[in-house]
């Protein structure tokens, strides 16, 4: 079986730019997840979809993050204009929904903003 | 506020002995309690889950305790390896919701 698949693997750019990046979660997966997590820390959820609705997205910085995931499947999360402190590992997860709970994570994409 | 408090020490063990981590919880009702491993440039990967309604849960040599009343879980690693080293964290839910958070996760070296 397949996992959980993100691109680009290593991004940095300067602050005020732009960067997006991409995941495609497990076949079948109802649920999927986008986590920031900050070198020493846990990951931290940012937003999270059932098929294709927002089902929580009280930690997103609305300002400057945003995400969308097409047809229920694959996700992109931008963020515009990025700052230094967005500077993370950015981690996608898939589950499959309901009481079935366990999130399966693809590698992340470590972002370095310069 | 809502916590979930896991040691952010490091744990060093001996070889061959039982490792235990500790997750402990503020001002939430979870339904359910995850550990996740994690290695370094790599994303979490599951290990057991624990509901509720269980007190414990095994897996191998991993086994899992969970104590509403206190407000804590468990985790252990018996007969622990050098391979077992890595990150682990502990995550639960909000009881009527499906949003999962996170632990600062406990850093475990196991010492050959």
């Known amino acids: 079986e397949a996992g959980v698949a993100q691109s680009p693997r290593y991004k940095i750019i300067e602050k005020r730019q732009s960067v997006a990046f991409w995941c495609n979660p497990i076949?079948?997966?109802?649920?999927l997840y986008w986590y920031q997590q900050i070198l020493g820390q846990g990951p931290k959820l940012l937003i999270q979809f059932q098929n294709n609705g927002v089902v929580d997205d009280s930690q997103l910085p609305k300002d400057r993050f945003s995400a969308e995931r097409l047809k229920g499947v694959d996700s992109t999360l931008k963020i515009q204009p990025a700052k230094l402190e967005d500077s993370a590992v950015y981690l996608c997860a898939s589950s499959l929904g309901g009481k079935n709970t366990e999130a399966f994570f693809g590698q992340g994409t470590r972002l370095t903003v310069v | 506020s809502q916590k979930i408090e896991q040691n952010s020490e490091a744990l060093n063990i001996q070889e061959g002995k039982t490792a235990t981590l500790t997750c402990n919880y503020t001002?939430?009702?979870?339904?359910?309690l995850q550990w996740y491993r994690q290695d370094p440039g790599r994303g979490p990967v599951f290990l057991l889950l624990?509901?509720?309604?269980?007190k414990e849960k095994r897996k191998e040599r991993l086994k899992v305790t969970f104590d509403t009343t206190l407000k804590q879980s468990l985790f252990h690693i018996t007969a622990s390896q050098p391979a077992d080293s890595a990150t682990y964290l502990c995550a639960l839910d909000m009881k009527g919701y499906q949003k999962v958070t996170f632990g600062t996760g406990t850093k475990l070296q196991v010492i050959p």
């Open positions: 001002n939430y009702s979870p339904a359910y």
């Open positions: 624990i509901r509720e309604n269980e």
């Open positions: 076949s079948g997966h109802a649920t």
